[in-house]
T-cell receptor, first 116, second 110 residues
């Protein structure tokens, strides 16, 4: 069955340092997409970054990069130069076309706290 | 500007009531989703729809139903609300790229 696993319920990092949030996934389909979302305390879900399963290079968006290791089925989010405003919940998600439905499933999330 | 709109931000309903949560998107997306979010459990998929009048069960469909009569609107129905359905409900829509979310509905069943 398709599944997203985020093993870190909570993480903390010093301001200006880099942090890696872990995500592993499970799917039997060779074509899939991986996403990271940020959810601040206000509740809205903010799209951060996307990686397609056939993309040759790791995705980057500003201070966010995705460390995509296909053989290990991992898609870790790296945030460089952390800022206080990065404190939030972070969710890894997968679009899994198994069965032809493009179902979008999420992990349990990691709460990141950035300390000054 | 892309938009997914949920009809209510906060709702309080009584046990046994029939509850409708409405979601509208303006992006002409085929796929729409309903999730519930609970602390420590992340977002769990209740139902999704990939076309008008088409729906599929997600991971936790029990106690819920959905309706998609028009492409832009996807409704979640709690046939007989119970206290264990107190939660944050999030609607999302997606095309070929990322999903866009509504602001969420915090439902309390008393």
């Amino acid at each position: 069955a398709q599944k997203i696993t985020q093993t870190q319920p909570g993480m903390f990092v010093q301001e200006k340092e880099a942090v890696t949030l872990d995500c592993t996934y499970d799917t039997s389909d060779p074509s899939y997409g991986l996403f990271w979302y940020k959810q601040p305390s206000s509740g809205e879900m903010i799209f951060l970054i996307y990686q397609g399963s056939y993309d040759q290079q790791n995705a980057t968006e500003g201070r966010y990069s995705l460390n995509f290791q296909k053989a290990r089925k991992s898609a870790n989010l790296v945030i460089s130069a952390s800022q206080l405003g990065d404190s939030a919940m972070y969710f890894c998600a997968m679009r899994d076309p198994s069965g032809g439905y493009n179902k979008l499933i999420f992990g349990a999330g990691t709460r990141l706290a950035v300390h000054p | 500007d892309v938009k997914v709109t949920q009809s209510s931000r906060y709702l309080v309903k009584r046990t046994g009531e029939k509850v409708f949560l409405e979601c509208v998107q303006d992006m002409d997306h085929e796929n729409m989703f309903w999730y519930r979010q609970d602390p420590g459990l992340g977002l769990r998929l209740i139902y999704f729809s990939y076309d008008v009048k088409m729906k599929e069960k997600g991971d936790i469909p029990e106690g819920y139903s959905v309706s998609r009569e028009k492409k832009e609107r996807f409704s979640l129905i709690l046939e007989s609300a119970s206290t264990n359905q107190t939660s944050m409900y999030l609607c999302a829509s997606s095309g070929r790229a990322e999903a866009f979310f509504g602001q969420g509905t915090r439902l309390t069943v008393v």
